[in-house]
Nanobody, 128 residues
């Protein structure tokens, strides 16, 4: 069973930055992606960035150019560097492990076909 433990959430003023971390365990080094999603009350959980085993990355248009996903394989950790934060970025952020997943066409899109494992979520609040 894949387990994900997140940290780094908190409150920040508009224009500030946060660095979220997600430590993964219980996985094999197969075809998979790590991803970050976010969700606000009353709305669906949506992906904001995905990275696969090759290091290819996909970003939602709402965060592209401001957020960066990266991996430290030695530490089994994925990061989300969130810069130039806006009040609209306020949400619960979730780390996810996507089975049988890859990013294609230089980050144009990604595909998965397998289970999704979730972290517990960490709150990000951006004030104006």
């Amino acid at each position: 069973q894949v387990q994900l433990v997140e940290s780094g959430g908190g409150s920040v003023q508009s224009g500030g930055s946060l660095r979220l971390s997600c430590v993964a365990s219980g996985y094999t080094y197969g075809r998979r992606c790590m991803a970050w999603f976010r969700q606000v009350p009353g709305k669906e959980r949506t992906e904001i960035t995905v990275t696969d085993t090759s290091g290819a990355t996909w970003y939602a248009s709402s965060v592209k150019g401001r957020f960066t996903i990266s991996q430290d394989t030695a530490k089994s950790t994925v990061y989300l560097q969130a810069n130039s934060l806006k009040p609209e970025d306020t949400a619960m952020y979730y780390c996810a492990f996507l089975e049988n997943c890859a990013v294609y066409r230089g980050g144009a899109y990604y595909e998965r076909s397998g289970l999704v494992y979730w972290g517990q979520g960490t709150q990000v609040t951006v004030s104006s």
